[in-house]
Every structure is written in C-alpha cells, then in structure tokens.
C-alpha cells in the first residue's frame, strides 16, 4: 500500500514521464543526427532520465550533433565540457544504480550477502555496495570507449586510463547520490509519511532523480580539476 499522500505520488509520475519524454526525444534526434563519439549517444538520454528539461536543453545547446559532417561544430566553453564530462561519468552511474536497485529488490539475498541484517538493518546502505561497484564499472566502460579512441591507446593503456580518469568522479558522483537519497529516503519520506521509498514505488526513483542531480553538483568541481590536469579528456 502506498503511504505517500496522493499529491507526491503524481509529482513522481509526472517527473519520471517528463524525464522519460526528454530522453526519448534525444534518442529519436540521435537517430537522425548519431554522436561524433558513440558512447554518447547513449549518455545523452541516461542522463535526461534525471536531468529532465534541463539536460533536453543542454543537448540542444551544447551536444547536438551537426547536420552533416562539413558543418563547424564550436568548441564549448570550458564550464560546459566540465558539465559534459560530469554528465558521462553519470550516466554510467545511473545505469548501474537502476540495475542494482532492481537486482536486489528482485533478489533480496544479494542485499543479505552484502550486509542486511549483519552490519546493518537498513537494506538500502547494503544495496549502496552494490550500486557503487555497479556503477564504477559501467563507468569506467564509458570511459574507456571515450578515452581510448581520443588518445589511440592500447586496450591495457586504455583500461588504465579509464580507471584514473573515472575513480574520482566516479566515487564523488555517488557521494553525492548517496547523500542526496539519504536525506529523501530518511530525513523526508521517513519522517514525514513514516516510511522509505521502495524500489517498485514511483516515489523511489523520483527521489533518485534528485539524488543524481546531487551526484552531478558534488562531481562537478572534480572533474573540473580531472581535465585541468589532463586526466580526463574535454569534450
């Protein structure tokens, strides 16, 4: 039974259909206009899964591919190439959340095997290990497909440089989504309606909609500093 008053509940909806509409949008464009660089044909719409309008007019702005290949294509203020490199670390990230969430709402032995009931009563801080392992592997994959290409490496060499690339922002990516669910799930939902939000419950993935915008916030200044140093490519 759903315990969120019926006003949230059609916000969530609303939110994740819009969302769901800005992604499906840019997919349809990208069919028609495919990304110079591959992988982000599929960062675009992920990342419109949370950020909505705002990431739709980013694209439109900032990441829409030219007509054809003789158009000039402006390179981006720096700001921007910051925000887009924060956005492909968090669209890997997103995805290996939505596997987790569901894998271990579908499976809760996973949850136990991580710790439920062990070290912690609370199943979502078990699901966390999973989605942190989840999404720093995907995330690095995206960056591998990003970095490897640009610099012409190896596949050890491109490895390698996905993983320094990615750690970082990566890892404060997820403390960001990590805080941000925390203060929802607990600080609101729990006590305000008395519960948390389920994984099945529109409620949940409109709270991870927010929590990924905080992801996006707490990794931005390092990947700010990942492309000054040259470890993360402008894009």
Request: with cysteine; net charge neutral; glycine share 8%.
């Amino acid at each position: 039974m759903n315990h969120f008053p019926a006003s949230l509940h059609t916000v969530a909806i609303a939110s994740l259909f819009l969302g769901g509409v800005c992604a499906a949008i840019i997919a349809v464009d990208e069919i028609r206009r495919p990304q110079k660089m591959w992988i982000m044909n599929i960062v675009w719409p992920v990342t419109a899964l949370f950020g909505s309008l705002l990431w739709l007019g980013a694209y439109y702005r900032w990441g829409r591919a030219p007509a054809n290949d003789k158009s000039d294509q402006q390179k981006p203020p720096f700001p921007v190439m910051v925000g887009k490199g924060s956005s492909h670390c968090g669209a890997g990230c997103a995805l290996g959340d939505i596997v987790a969430e569901w894998a271990a709402f579908g499976f809760p032995a996973i949850a136990v095997w991580l710790g439920w009931h062990s070290w912690t009563d609370e199943k979502i801080f078990a699901v966390w290990i999973l989605d942190f392992i989840l999404a720093y592997l995907l995330g690095v994959v995206f960056q591998y497909y990003t970095i490897k290409p640009m610099r012409d490496l190896s596949v050890g060499e491109g490895i390698w440089a996905a993983v320094k690339a990615d750690t970082a922002s990566i890892t404060s990516w997820q403390v960001g989504m990590y805080g941000g669910m925390a203060f929802i799930q607990f600080l609101w939902f729990k006590r305000s309606f008395g519960n948390t939000a389920e994984v099945n419950s529109p409620e949940f993935w409109f709270a991870m909609q927010l929590a990924m915008l905080a992801g996006f916030v707490t990794s931005y200044p390092v990947n700010w500093l990942l492309i000054r140093v040259g470890w993360k490519e402008e894009m």
